[in-house]
């Protein structure tokens, strides 16, 4: 290995030392050893063309580069389980000497303000700066707190040797020119971006290679909390690099292309949520998604809350008669093609059912794959391809102006009307205190009438059994038969004025615990839900 002049002697001195280290607590890694000289150096001068230059002699490790192999879920957990164990065994060890900043450092992801002017496109340099901000603003005064250690800080997928026996495992890891002393949680947030280009569905690609990782060394919950607006900062940082190296090598067209799936990736990242990536983290580590779920779970079942609450409606959902509706495929319930035509005959067919079963209400279930989502607001960012369609609340169906009451004090969070096809209509949000610090909840009413919204705002306390709405008809509700949708969220992942109503099913062991079980407040029997 020649080193460019620019070099140091110190940091070749580390490479060789962090090498040497893995080598003796982790040797099963397999990573380059350096071979010295006869006289015993591992590092020597030679020189070229009068220009002196270092040079190293280190181990060949046989392997098919990551970047020629199928990124298979299995082989981003070995891949997460490899750093894990590389950056555990280089614990506690400090840095020779002194080193300059490196702009491949994500701590010094600020000085990439210099070169944002070297994106031509306007669009595409705001949202440069919206990652940038979100550097200087949230992510480093949070990485401040965390735990710092020697990191690779460039497991890119030229870097990382696969088992050509065995496309699932990882065989080593090589070049070692970018070794920092940085936050640990930026190992992976340096990876993951190499590993989720061409991913159909990053989010459950970032969580395999999360969880390996997490297995061997464990990750905290501040650190998750980081990791999604980290791997943006790290692809930032291609860009602008890439960029700049463009600009001022025009000629070279390559530049350019090579960063397409890097502004690719971080658009799919960008149209996310963060919230539901740092929640799908946590559940990679066998943790509860939503930090609160539990607890908010458990005070729904106590006797507090079933001394405070009210019920929904007029009647008790618990004893009123009430029909099962099933919106999955090939139900009955969605009639023929020719009732589902119209939402005028869609409503016939669903109210029939109702009427022939001498029921008062119909019940849609919690949890249910429906097929009825079809507006473009139902495709998920995570997955291509995928559409969200597990509902996450439940359905009372009942006629147009039925009244509906808030079931505990709370305050209102937001009133707003969602006009888009298949959306909710009007929709109105109330937050729920537990007792407990920090621990509140939020309950959400859609497919309302538009009178429902008149004289409340947010802020506006509610108690418990006040009137707060009336169901809508279509097609002011959104389009749909008249019904309630009814749900609990136990985070609003900073969106106001609208919830989703559905979630992907990829993903439902995280969306579960965001959008709880309403029965929890509704208190169907149990039974009622078997099919």
Known sequence: KVANEGESLESLEFQDQVLSRLNRVEPELAVPAAVPTLAGENIIYVEFEGTPHLVRLVTWLEGSVAAETPKSYQL????????????????????????????????NA?????????IQDLEKRASIESVLDNFENFLSPKLTLLPKAVIHNDANDWNVLVDPRNEQEIAGLIDFGDLVHSY?????AVALPYFLFGQDDILTAARA???GYHGIYPLS?????????????????????????ASLESENAYHLVSLEPAWELLGRIQAM????????????????????AYLIRLWLRSNEAENNRSSLFDYNLETVSKVALNFGAGSHDLGDAEAQKTTASFTDQLFTRIANQDAKVGIGFYGEDRVVYRGDQFTEHAAKGERRSIH??????DTAGTPVYAPFDGMVVSVANNEEWLDYGPTIILRHATGADDCEFFTLYGHLALESLEGLEPGQKISSGDRIAWLGNYP???DWPPHLHFQIMTSLLGLVGNFPGVAPKSQWDVWSSICIDPNLIMNIPEDFFIR
């Open 76 to 107: 981003l957990t070995s891949l997460g389980t490899y750093l894990a164990k590389v950056d555990k065994a280089l614990e506690g060890l400090e840095p020779i000497g002194e080193h300059p900043p490196l702009l491949w450092d994500l701590q």
């Open 110 to 118: 600020a000085a990439l303000r210099h070169d944002v002017e070297f």
């Open 184 to 188: 640990r949680i930026c190992e992976l």
């Open 209 to 211: 290679m999360v969880s």
């Open 221 to 245: 919950d501040d650190e998750l909390q980081l990791l999604w607006g980290l791997i943006q900062v790290r692809l930032a940082t291609t860009i602008v690099v890439g960029e700049k190296r």
């Open 273 to 292: 949520n963060a919230d539901v990536s740092y929640f799908a983290f946590r559940a990679a580590c066998g943790m509860e998604p939503s930090p609160f």
């Open 392 to 397: 996450t609340g439940i359905d009372v169906f």
């Open 476 to 478: 002011v509700n959104g």
